[in-house]
């Protein structure tokens, strides 16, 4: 007989998850399960127990005039036919509109999952650290609130603890989104990105900045920001080098090897804030 190398509990509760995480040292938690469940069946993950989040309710999107929070569990798919995300986050809806994989995985894949997953050569580390995100774990005694810059620790690594579950994704809007723009480099179609760009002009309209995350080039996603003051289309070369000077060790990967992550973002940087600051504010 086959007996399964793990235990598998689908709580009906947040109190009840926490109290099976704080016991359990060595848990997964499943969400939509597109990396997990493979990595499972390949035998690359030997967890004591796994914790299917999918009874919690962390599947919400909902919008305030300061923020748009998103469940840990809303799908691609979700954040894609949502209104919100539209109008009031569109530097993520044009990064979950390039999302690799289908209806098949945007009907599955979550954000937060991939956002815990924290592959360096994915979307979303790098969107979510251009969009200042604050990420909302819960364990048995309480919950915090964590910035992406401190989330993001290093590959395959972030912030939170084994006793803690990502509940949701705080991103803070302005009543007026100001322009963005996210591209990325992949080798093809259905390949994981070689570089990211995610560009904004952030801040109230009292003291804009300009934001650009590069995501794929580091460990973790490196951010840069400037007054935008009477930044043009003319300045994207020059804050490029500037940015892509803050990339202290460059991530190699099958993907790519050492050098090419670190020329391409220079380029992918500077059409990235070009597009941005041709854009009418």
């Known amino acids: 007989m086959i007996r399964s190398r793990y235990r598998f509990a689908r709580p009906a509760t947040l109190e009840e998850a926490t109290a099976l995480l704080a016991a359990e040292g060595g848990a997964k938690v499943l969400g939509g399960g597109s990396v997990l469940v493979p990595a499972l069946s390949a035998g690359l993950e030997d967890p004591g127990l796994v914790l299917d989040s999918g009874r919690l309710g962390l599947n919400r999107i909902e919008a305030t005039d300061r923020a748009v929070t998103i469940g840990a569990g809303a799908t691609y798919a979700a954040l894609g036919a949502s209104e919100a995300v539209r109008t009031r986050v569109p530097l993520l809806a044009a990064m979950v509109a390039e999302v690799t994989g289908g209806p098949g995985l945007w009907n599955l894949a979550t954000l937060g999952g991939a956002a815990c997953h924290a592959n360096p050569a994915s979307d979303a580390p790098g969107c979510l650290s251009a969009l200042d995100a604050q990420f909302r774990l819960a364990c048995a005694t309480g919950s915090r609130l964590v910035p992406a810059a401190d989330f993001f620790r290093a590959p395959f690594l972030t912030a939170r603890r ?21 591209l ?7 390949s994981w990105p070689i570089v990211t760009a995610s560009c904004l002009v952030a801040g109230g309209p ?3 900045r300009l934001r650009l995350c590069l995501g794929g080039a580091a ?3 490196v951010v840069a920001e400037w007054p935008l003051g009477s930044l043009g289309p003319e300045d994207a070369a020059r804050l490029a080098a500037d940015a892509c000077g803050r990339i202290e060790t460059e991530w190699t990967d099958e993907l790519a090897g050492p050098g090419y992550r670190r020329s391409v973002a220079v380029t992918m940087a500077a059409r990235a804030l070009r597009s ?5 504010r």
């Open 219 to 221: 460990p973790v996603p």
């Open 162 to 182: 084994p006793d803690e579950i990502l509940t949701a994704i705080v991103l803070p809007v302005a009543a007026r989104p100001g322009p963005s723009r996210y």
């Open 276 to 280: 941005v600051l041709e854009t009418p």
């Open 184 to 190: 990325k480099l992949k080798h093809a179609a259905s």
């Open 206 to 208: 009292g003291a804009p």
